[in-house]
């Protein structure tokens, strides 16, 4: 076995240990225990991989299990999220246990004290800001302790009374030195000799997780993030969108809660930005995301020129309505995933495909050539060899010596990655350049290119051996659709044999593959055993072998909804609330002891990471949706109106006619679907539900009615029937209220004059007369079997702004059954269903004929 294996052999069995529960809290320990290098995930030699070093800050010595919860919880969501998904194999991940002297982060604006165990970080008591605290890495919130909105967190100056920490830190290492020469000591004498290249290469990228439930973090290649926000993998994300895509902000703002002026510039440097405003008008120029305009984005909508970006609310616009860069929690759309896996294939700065080979230059005319790369979750790369224009072969090894070439031919291989359009379409730009802003899929991080001249000698025998170098990680179980792949020792004058089998019965492998398509070997549900083996075809009992479990099993995400008014008769489930609702997810997998990642989707408009609520406790706090709504630190999220999910604050106050004002409330009825992504990759399928949001609320009940009753009269205050059955009529007086909940009325209801009058998920099986209401009448989920009059009611709205932009409603009818006649007339407005079907058997007069 040799060193890469051993390090993979290391890291498979350290990332079982990565959600280990705290060990219970004790007094500081003098002095702190050294960093500790924990591989996580290794798939390559490091000169040919990305580097992802992931720090812990602010963890006591106690607290390094949450630390590796954390790192999984961050790692989880990278995994399930694209690029990084399909790209995995192509980065090493390595843990940095640090030991701090102090909990938490120097001036967090929401600090809070330390439970006695040290896992609660969300329900704690507000300690504030504070800017003495001494951590490992120096992590402070800028201007954090005087900005209760700071959210940018980096590497600080030494804490104050540093040199009272001394007897914490071994012998020559200055307790008072600045967060980055803190960091660069640990790299340069814990990480570099782990990963035997220095810290200052191009293709290590760090991520300081810091000990915190607020919400912060900061890019560059030494990014940050918070360890135990809600959002705190998203952000690391985002800040990885900054570090390693080199994309930008497409905030509307610098400061959340300042409104900018609209931009007036020339053209944006940034690649995702511009100053067009008309797609078509890009397409015809053929500049910047011309290739995608008019495709749905992955990140919801469809790719145009949205207002807004660069952090201006106006005058710059980005390619899509959401993305990761605009509001974190949305993957990235396609112009965002171009440039994203062009980086990651060309090692950031580098620009080129890592393809290892033969050496180059003339070769024996028998010996075999080879070349490796990497190896994308779904899709393998191609490698074309060719002799004078003419393909001869397909396969990662070229055998010359049935080709009998004679000497001086030219063996040529081009080894692609097929992401442009006639292969999986990630990457339109069909430049042959590596820039950043400008990599096509002709370029060198797509295609390599090798070359060998044909001598006249012939090839030494090479002794026997088998051995798997390198192959997809056996540290979780493979995705159902994952291509798992081997690499092998190389002979100078024979091919390796390859052999799979699945679940102990051999697979054809006519072909000699080092791939396995799982994907195409029609996987029945459940669980199931992959080996790949190794041979040496001069000696065929000299072998080495790699086994994979597989995880057919498909993840879930069961969801449980808040208490509705009523619910509407759909194919889906359907409840119908005021003005919003709770939605709690369980995301849920059979591979036990690893975080599963929830998602959302509402409208089609965009998966979007479930991680509960901000600033709400994990992992019981439920995703709060809402027809405008919640701002938290000038924040909207949860918003059902225009502009999604998330958005800043002010835009949902700007004036009508601001180049990004107009908002209108969400009312209606939304479709929401739900996922899960397993730790190996697995996409669960979607769930779906609707959920109709109506303006309104009902009024407190003064009396209530349950049971059987005869004829009720309403002759003042609010009267609640509330699982009643009721066998006469009910009558409701001018001024009154009623509010029925689940009951039956055999009788007739009628009302003049009345204040509100309200029905959810009930039956009247006589006439209905509703008259002259002065406030709202409001029927939802109900059976209506008589004659149905509604008449010069008046509804008053709830909501100004959407009243003004969507229009006046009059009484509502909603996914209501009415069997006998209807007539609507005279209401203030026409009666609205807000997008749940009523079924209307009888005959419709008046503005309901609409209905």
């Keep these: 076995m040799n060193s890469l294996r051993r390090l993979l052999a290391l890291a498979a069995g350290l990332v079982l240990a990565a959600t280990g529960l705290a060990t219970p809290a004790h007094a500081a320990v003098e002095p702190l225990p050294a960093p500790k290098v924990v591989p996580i995930q290794v798939t390559g030699p490091t000169t040919e991989r990305l580097n992802l070093i992931i720090m812990g800050d602010g963890y006591q010595a106690d607290q390094q299990s949450i630390f590796r919860a954390d790192v999984d919880r961050n790692l989880a969501v990278l995994w399930a999220t694209e690029p990084y998904r399909s790209y995995r194999d192509y980065i090493n991940v390595f843990a940095v246990e640090l030991a701090s002297v102090d909990y938490g982060v120097r001036c967090d604006p929401d600090g809070r004290v330390r439970s006695p165990d040290g896992t609660i970080r969300d329900t704690g008591v507000r300690e504030g800001p504070i800017d003495a605290k001494n951590t490992a890495l120096r992590m402070i919130y800028q201007n954090g302790c005087a900005d209760p909105l700071s959210r940018g967190t980096v590497y600080g100056g030494a804490p104050v009374n540093c040199q009272a920490a001394a007897p914490y830190y071994p012998a020559g290492v200055n307790p008072c030195e600045t967060g980055n020469q803190a960091f660069n000591r640990i790299m340069d004498t814990y990480v570099a000799p782990v990963l035997g290249i220095p810290r200052t290469s191009q293709n290590v990228q760090s991520?300081?997780?810091?000990?915190?439930?607020?919400?912060?973090?900061?890019?560059?290649?030494?990014a940050t993030t918070s360890g135990g926000s809600p959002q705190g993998p998203l952000i690391s994300m985002h800040e990885l969108g900054h570090s390693l895509g080199t994309l930008v902000d497409e905030y509307p703002y610098s400061s959340r809660d300042v409104i900018r002026p609209c931009y007036t510039g020339g053209e944006p440097s940034s690649f995702h930005h511009t100053i067009y405003t008309d797609p078509q008008k890009m397409v015809a120029d053929q500049v910047k995301?011309?290739?995608?305009?008019?495709?749905?984005?992955?990140?919801?909508?469809?790719?145009?020129t949205h207002e807004g970006g660069g952090m201006y609310p106006c005058g710059q616009r980005r390619p899509s309505e959401h993305s990761m860069m605009r509001w974190i929690g949305f993957d990235l759309d396609q112009i965002g995933r171009e440039h994203m896996v062009a980086r990651i294939t060309g090692m950031r700065n580098a620009g080129q495909m890592s393809v290892r080979s033969s050496t180059a230059g003339t070769v024996a005319r028998d010996t075999v050539l080879w070349a490796?790369?990497?190896?994308?979750?779904?899709?393998?790369?191609?490698?074309?060899?060719?002799?004078?224009?003419?393909?001869?072969?397909?396969?990662?090894?070229?055998?010359?010596?049935?080709?009998?070439?004679?000497?001086?031919?030219?063996?040529?291989?081009?080894?692609?990655?097929?992401?442009?359009?006639a292969g999986v379409d990630w990457v339109r730009n069909p430049s042959t350049n590596n820039a950043a802003a400008d990599s096509g899929f002709n370029g060198p991080r797509f295609v390599q290119t090798r070359s060998w001249t044909v001598g006249s000698a012939t090839a030494p025998v090479s002794p026997a051996a088998a051995d798997i170098t390198s192959s997809t990680m056996t540290s979780q179980p493979l995705a159902a659709d994952e291509i798992a792949f081997v690499e092998t020792n190389h002979f100078a004058d024979r091919v390796p044999l390859v052999s799979w089998?699945?679940?102990?019965?051999?697979?054809?492998?006519?072909?000699?593959?080092?791939?396995?398509?799982?994907?195409?070997?029609?996987?029945?549900?459940?669980?199931?055993?992959?080996?790949?083996?190794?041979?040496?075809?001069?000696?065929?009992?000299?072998?080495?072998?790699?086994?994979?479990?597989?995880?057919?099993?498909?993840?879930?995400?069961?969801?449980?909804?808040?208490?509705?008014?009523?619910?509407?008769?759909?194919?889906?489930?359907?409840p119908v609330y005021f003005d919003g609702w709770d939605m709690w997810l369980t995301p849920t997998d059979d591979q036990a002891g690893r975080y599963v990642v929830g998602q959302l989707r509402v409208d089609h408009d965009g998966w979007y990471n479930y991680f509960g609520f901000p600033e709400q406790p994990m992992p019981n706090s439920p995703f709060h949706f809402s027809h405008s709504g919640t701002v938290v630190k000038a924040l909207t999220y949860g918003n059902l109106g225009t502009g999604g999910?998330?958005?800043?604050?002010?835009?949902?106050?700007?004036?009508?006619?601001?180049?990004?004002?107009?908002?209108?409330?969400?009312?209606?009825?939304?479709?929401?679907?739900h996922r899960a992504i397993d730790p190996s990759g697995n996409i669960g399928p979607a769930d779906s539900?609707?959920?109709?949001?109506?303006?309104?609320?009902?009024?407190?009940?003064?009396?209530?009615?349950?049971?059987?009753?005869?004829?009720?009269?309403?002759?003042?205050?609010?009267?609640?029937?509330?699982?009643?059955?009721?066998?006469?009529?009910?009558?409701?007086?001018?001024?009154?209220?009623?509010?029925?909940?689940?009951?039956?009325?055999?009788?007739?209801?009628v009302s003049a004059g009345a204040q509100a009058v309200q029905l959810f998920g009930s039956t009247v099986t006589m006439s209905v007369q509703i008259t002259g209401t002065r406030r709202d009448v409001t029927i939802?989920?109900?059976?209506?079997?008589?004659?149905?009059m509604l008449a010069n009611n008046t509804q008053v709205t709830a909501n100004d702004r959407f009243t003004r932009l969507a229009g006046a409603y009059g009484p509502l009818l909603v996914g209501s059954k009415v069997t006998g006649s209807l007539s609507c007339s005279g209401n203030n407005a026409p009666v609205k269903d807000f997008g749940a079907k009523n079924v209307l058997t009888g005959s419709r007069t008046g503005d309901c004929a609409k209905l």
């Design 501 to 574: 089998a699945l679940d102990g019965r051999a697979v054809a492998n006519p072909g000699n593959l080092l791939t396995f398509d799982l994907g195409a070997a029609g996987l029945t549900a459940g669980n199931h055993k992959l080996t790949a083996t190794v041979s040496d075809p001069s000696s065929p009992s000299v072998t080495d072998s790699v086994t994979w479990n597989v995880d057919n099993t498909m993840p879930s995400a069961p969801r449980r909804l808040s208490a509705p008014l009523t619910t509407v008769a759909d194919t889906v489930e359907h």
């Design 289 to 304: 995301w011309w290739r995608w305009v008019g495709e749905e984005s992955l990140s919801g909508g469809t790719i145009g």
């Design 780 to 788: 939802a989920g109900s059976t209506l079997s008589g004659s149905v």
């Design 207 to 222: 991520l300081a997780i810091f000990n915190t439930f607020t919400y912060g973090g900061i890019g560059g290649t030494q």
């Design 689 to 749: 539900y609707k959920a109709t949001v109506l303006p309104g609320s009902s009024p407190a009940c003064t009396r209530t009615l349950t049971g059987t009753q005869g004829s009720v009269t309403v002759t003042s205050g609010v009267t609640c029937l509330t699982n009643a059955q009721v066998s006469g009529t009910v009558t409701v007086r001018t001024g009154a209220s009623l509010v029925v909940k689940n009951s039956r009325l055999n009788g007739a209801l």
């Design 372 to 421: 490796e790369s990497g190896q994308p979750k779904e899709h393998n790369l191609q490698y074309t060899w060719k002799v004078g224009g003419t393909q001869v072969g397909s396969n990662q090894y070229l055998d010359l010596q049935p080709l009998g070439l004679p000497a001086g031919t030219v063996v040529s291989l081009e080894v692609r990655d097929p992401v442009g359009p």
């Design 645 to 673: 999910l998330s958005r800043a604050a002010f835009e949902q106050t700007l004036p009508d006619d601001h180049p990004s004002g107009g908002f209108v409330p969400g009312f209606g009825t939304h479709v929401v679907e």
